[in-house]
C-alpha cells in the first residue's frame, strides 16, 4: 500500500496526534536551533556564546521565552488593535501548516496502525507550500500597517517586495525538479530519488543553488535580512511589538527555517531516504522503520547550519544589490535552465545518445560565448560626448561637485604702537 494509501486511511485521531507531534517537534527544534545559532556564531567569532543557563546554555532560548511571556505588553497609540494583534499569529500559522505535506519518513507501526510518518499528502502538495509561504507575508505586511509608526510600515514594504521577488525564484527551481519526477506530491518526489539513487541536488546543481539562495532571501535571513536592518529601520517590522507577540514573530521566523530546509531537503537531498554509502546496508533496512526519521533531521539540520554559516561569514547587501540579484539574475539563469533541462529530457526521450546530446550542448556553449565575447563593448566614460543640461526657462542650480577654491587672505600687519593716535589707543579727545 503507498504512502497516500495509508494517511488517507489514518483515522482522525491518529491525525491530530501526528499533528501534535510535528507541532511539538517544531517547537523543540526552534529552541535548540536558536541555541544552536548562537554557539555557532560564537566560535565563528571567537566568543562563548550562551553557556551558563543549563548544560552548555541549553535552556538559555527557554529563559528568553519565559521573559518574553512576562514583559509588559505594549500597544501604540495609533495601532490598529485587532490587526496588529493577529498579524503575528498569521506569521506563525502560516508556518507551521507548511510543514503539514512534509514527509518526515516511511512506513512505521504508530499506536498499533501502519502509516507514514506525514500528516497529509496530496497531488499539488508543492503548491500548498508555496501557498503557505505567500500568505506568512501577510503577517508581516500586517505588523508593519497596524503599528502606525513609518519604521514598520518601510520595513513591512521592504519585506513584502523581497519574498514577491525571490517566492518567484524559488517557484521556478520547483520546475525542473517536476520535470524529473513527473508530480507535484512531495511524497512521489522523495520515492523517485530512492528509485533512482541519485538526489536532484547532483542531477539539477543550479536549480538546488537557486534555491537555496531564495530561501534566505524568502525568510528574511542574513545577508538578506533588508527587512528588519537596525542601521536603517530600527528593528523593521516588528519595532512596536513587545512580550509574546514579539516573541511569535521570531518563533514564525525560525520555524520558516526549519520548513524551507525540509523543502530542500525533500526536493534535492533525497528526503528520508539514507546517504549513498548507507543505503544499501543490511539489504536496505537502514531505509525502514525510524531510522528514516535521523537521516531526515540530519539533512535539515545541515541546510539550518548553512543559515548560521551564511549569517556569520556574509556582510548585508544593499537594497538595490538585493533586488538586482533576484530579478536580473536569479530569474533569467532559471528560465534558461529550464529550458535546457527540458530540451536535454526531449531529447533523451527521442533516443538522442549521449554523445550527441554533449556536442550540441558543447556547440550551444560555444555560441552564447561567441556572442558575448562579439558584442560591443559599453564606451568608456572619458569617450562619452558630455551634453549640456539646460533647464529652459528654470534656473538650475551648479552641477559640479567640487567646491569651488577660496584664494586664502593675506594677513594685514599691525600697525606700530606709536603711530597710533590717541583716538586709536582710546584716549578721548582733549585729554592727556
Known amino acids: ?87 503575528p499569529a498569521i506569521s506563525a500559522g502560516a508556518a507551521f501548516l507548511a510543514f503539514a505535506v ?153 520555524v520558516n527555517m526549519v520548513t524551507v530546509s525540509a523543502v530542500a531537503t525533500t526536493l534535492f537531498l533525497g528526503g528520508w531516504h539514507a546517504p549513498f554509502w548507507l543505503g544499501g546496508v543490511g539489504g536496505g533496512v537502514l531505509n525502514t522503520g525510524w531510522w528514516p526519521l535521523l537521516w531526515f533531521l540530519l539533512k535539515v539540520v545541515f541546510m539550518l547550519f548553512v543559515f548560521v554559516w551564511l549569517r556569520g561569514a556574509l556582510p548585508r547587501l544593499r537594497y538595490d544589490q538585493f533586488m538586482k540579484l533576484g530579478w536580473k539574475v536569479l530569474v533569467p539563469v532559471n528560465l534558461v535552465w529550464i529550458v535546457a533541462v527540458v530540451a536535454v529530457r526531449t531529447m533523451r526521450n527521442t533516443g538522442v545518445g549521449t554523445a550527441q546530446l554533449l556536442t550540441i550542448i558543447g556547440i550551444v556553449v560555444v555560441v552564447v560565448l561567441a556572442i558575448v565575447l562579439l558584442l560591443p563593448n559599453r564606451p568608456a566614460a572619458s569617450d562619452v560626448e558630455e551634453v549640456p543640461v539646460t533647464g529652459g526657462d528654470h534656473p538650475l542650480p551648479p552641477l559640479d561637485l567640487e567646491v569651488p577654491k577660496v584664494p586664502k587672505r593675506k594677513p594685514v600687519a599691525a600697525a606700530p604702537a606709536a603711530e597710533l593716535s590717541a583716538e586709536e589707543e582710546g584716549v578721548p579727545d582733549g585729554r592727556a
Open 1 to 87: 500500500m503507498s504512502a497516500r494509501e495509508l494517511i488517507a486511511n489514518d483515522p482522525t485521531w491518529l491525525s491530530l496526534v501526528k499533528a501534535v507531534l510535528i507541532f511539538a517537534l517544531l517547537l523543540v527544534i526552534t529552541i535548540l536551533l536558536i541555541w544552536f545559532e548562537r554557539r555557532v556564531l560564537g566560535r565563528m567569532q571567537h566568543r562563548p556564546g550562551p553557556n551558563r543557563v543549563g548544560p552548555f546554555g541549553l535552556l538559555q532560548t527557554v529563559a528568553d521565552a519565559l521573559k518574553l511571556a512576562f514583559k509588559e505588553d505594549i500597544r501604540p497609540k495609533l495601532a490598529d488593535n485587532w490587526v496588529f494583534f493577529l498579524a
Open 102 to 254: 512534509i514527509p518526515l519518513g516511511g512506513q512505521v507501526n504508530l499506536f498499533g496502525y501502519q502509516t507514514s510518518l506525514q500528516l497529509a499528502d496530496m497531488p499539488v502538495s508543492l503548491l500548498v507550500v508555496l501557498a503557505c509561504s505567500s500568505v506568512g507575508v501577510y503577517g508581516i505586511v500586517l505588523g508593519g500597517w497596524s503599528s502606525g509608526s513609518p519604521y514598520p510600515l518601510l520595513g513591512a514594504l521592504r519585506s513584502a517586495a523581497q519574498v514577491i521577488s525571490y517566492e518567484i525564484a524559488m517557484g521556478l527551481s520547483f520546475v525542473a525538479v517536476i520535470l524529473f519526477a513527473g508530480t507535484l506530491s512531495t511524497g512521489d518526489i522523495v520515492d523517485a530519488q530512492g528509485q533512482g539513487g541519485v538526489w536532484y541536488a547532483f542531477l539539477l546543481p543550479v536549480s538546488f543553488v537557486i534555491y537555496v539562495i531564495s530561501m534566505v532571501g524568502e525568510t528574511n535571513r542574513a545577508p538578506f535580512d533588508l527587512a528588519e536592518a537596525e542601521s536603517e529601520l530600527i528593528g523593521g517590522y516588528h519595532t512596536e511589538y513587545s512580550s509574546i507577540k514579539f516573541a511569535m514573530f521570531f518563533l514564525g521566523e525560525y
